[in-house]
């Protein structure tokens, strides 16, 4: 029996069953998770993947997080590998869609044709903004195709299972401990990938880290909206449009300049806003705080939406994400740290191991420091906070996990640590499966 005074409860010890070994655990189903175990698995690894909620893609689909970009660099396109597989199998259900590459201008046509699916550069200071390689999705589309590729590749998912503890035994991580409904179990492996992207499993197990934050929003979708009507309006009096716009950016407390997007469903936006800075994204008071706040100013986007915009006047909430959208808590201190400098220069590293637009990510940015069987891959990565938000979207965190997943399956095959790994074997690794690992820069890379 525990014991307890008004302050602490003090556990008594107790057995866990172990419930699953495998070569590769990891840990969270978000986009970096999910390549992390499709590439472990294909390098020959069995691979258990542990995911708290019901439904895979984490902020990609939970979050609603509706638009992969931060994949070209100009007109290069940096990043490939299992993101197109999951591009490909979306875009076959016509739950996809892209600029084909004579779209991809500068030009006002092309910015009256895509702007609105988020697919230009919004990093670029010509007005217009160019079109770009990025892909607007559906997020019920991302869940059903995670779950194929899983099961095509026989990986052992354990969903609802929430990680707590890792188990870690002379610095080495032997495992995790998850809270389940049907209580608390062990999963042990030889290699474990945290891509929980709180850097929960590392942060366990005793690695340093930043404490980072950044704005919190509450993603949510409206239907039957006349976009066709909208826009129109927006380019047809664009003086009556900015004021109406910058209204509604003023309700919603904060939000990028393009809030709403189109998706595949026709009729269907996708919001991305209100931007809420100050709530704490891993504690139950912080999260739920941001729900109330979330929700709140979504409502009263939408009354304003539907009394005042044109073409949203019979326009119907399809509600919230299913997750608070968070963009940073936890970054790893790992061997190396990312700096700001590092992403707006450029910087190449030569064990650089995946990219993103035109930044680099070396090797050394997935490890920590002293532990050892563990790896990180995801928006927890190991980065100053600002070069973080530069540098954290959906396509070069499944970067990480692809090159997490290689790694490892090296580290096992070689039996050497995850830190005397050859990153030019992950290099050639990451090509041999059609990734992008950035070993060769591009010009413009410092
Ligand atoms: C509002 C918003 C807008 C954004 N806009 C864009 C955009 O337009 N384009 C873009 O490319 N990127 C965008 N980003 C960034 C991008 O969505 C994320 O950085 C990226 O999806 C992170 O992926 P991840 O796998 O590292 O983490 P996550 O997606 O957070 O995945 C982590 C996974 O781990 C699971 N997990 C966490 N804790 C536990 C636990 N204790 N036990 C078990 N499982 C656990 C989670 O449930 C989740 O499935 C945006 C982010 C936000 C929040």
Redesign the pocket.
């Known amino acids: 029996m525990s014991t307890f005074d008004e302050q602490f409860i003090r556990e008594d010890a107790r057995d866990v069953a172990v419930v699953a070994k495998a070569d590769v655990v990891v ?8 390549t992390a175990a499709i590439s472990a698995a294909r390098n020959g690894c069995s691979v258990t993947l ?4 019901h439904h ?5 689909s ?2 609603m ?6 994949m070209a660099n100009g007109n290069e396109i940096t990043v490939s590998g299992i993101v197109d597989e999951f591009i490909h199998r979306m875009s076959k259900e016509g739950m996809a869609v892209f600029p084909p590459e004579s779209d991809r201008l500068g030009t006002v046509e092309m910015s009256r044709k895509w702007r609105r699916w ?1 697919v230009h550069n919004f990093h670029s200071k010509a007005d217009p903004q160019p079109i770009t390689y990025a892909v607007a999705f559906d997020p019920d589309s991302w869940k059903r195709t995670s779950l194929a590729l899983l099961k095509e590749n026989d990986i052992d998912l354990r969903l609802h ?4 503890e890792a188990i870690v035994e002379d610095g080495k991580v032997r495992g995790v401990i ?1 809270q389940t409904n049907v209580g608390r179990q062990a999963i042990l492996g030889d290699i474990i990938v945290d ?4 850097l ?1 499993v590392a942060a366990s197990a005793g690695a340093d880290f930043i404490q980072g934050q950044y704005i ?2 509450t ?1 949510f979708r409206l239907a039957h909206v006349d976009v066709e009507e909208a826009e129109r309006f927006e380019y047809e009096h664009p003086e009556e449009h900015k004021k109406l716009d910058r209204e509604a950016r003023r309700i919603l407390g904060g939000a990028w300049n393009m809030w709403w997007l189109k998706t595949p469903i026709p009729g269907v936006i996708w919001c ?1 806003c209100p931007h809420m800075p100050g709530y704490d994204g891993i504690s139950p008071e912080g999260l739920t705080a941001a729900e109330y706040d979330g929700r709140e100013r979504m409502m009263k986007l939408f009354e304003y939406a539907k009394g005042h915009l044109p073409g949203f006047q019979n326009s119907y909430l399809l509600g919230a994400a299913e ?1 608070v ?3 940073q808590t936890r970054l790893l201190k790992g061997e190396y740290v990312v700096t700001k400098d590092d992403v707006v220069n450029r910087k190449h590293f030569a064990d650089t191991v995946c990219r993103g637009r035109d930044y680099y990510t070396p090797y050394r940015a997935l490890l920590p420091q002293k532990l050892d069987r563990l790896i990180i ?4 990565y190991s980065a100053e906070p600002d070069a973080q938000k530069m540098s ?4 070069p ?1 499944m970067m990480q ?1 692809e090159a997490a997943g290689v790694a490892a399956s090296l580290s096992l095959q070689n039996n050497v640590s995850l830190r005397d790994v050859d990153p030019g074997a992950i290099q050639k690794t990451m090509r041999a499966q059609g990734a992008d690992p950035g070993d060769v820069p591009s010009p413009n890379a410092a």
């Open positions: 840990v969270g189903g978000g986009s970096a998770g999910l542990l995911e708290r909620y895979l893609g984490g902020m990609a939970g979050g997080v509706l638009v992969l970009d931060d988020g299972s929430v990680f707590s998850c891509a929980t992207g709180d929960n919190v929003t993603v991305n997750q959208g968070v963009r891959a995801g928006r927890h954290r979207e959906i396509p965190c996990g």
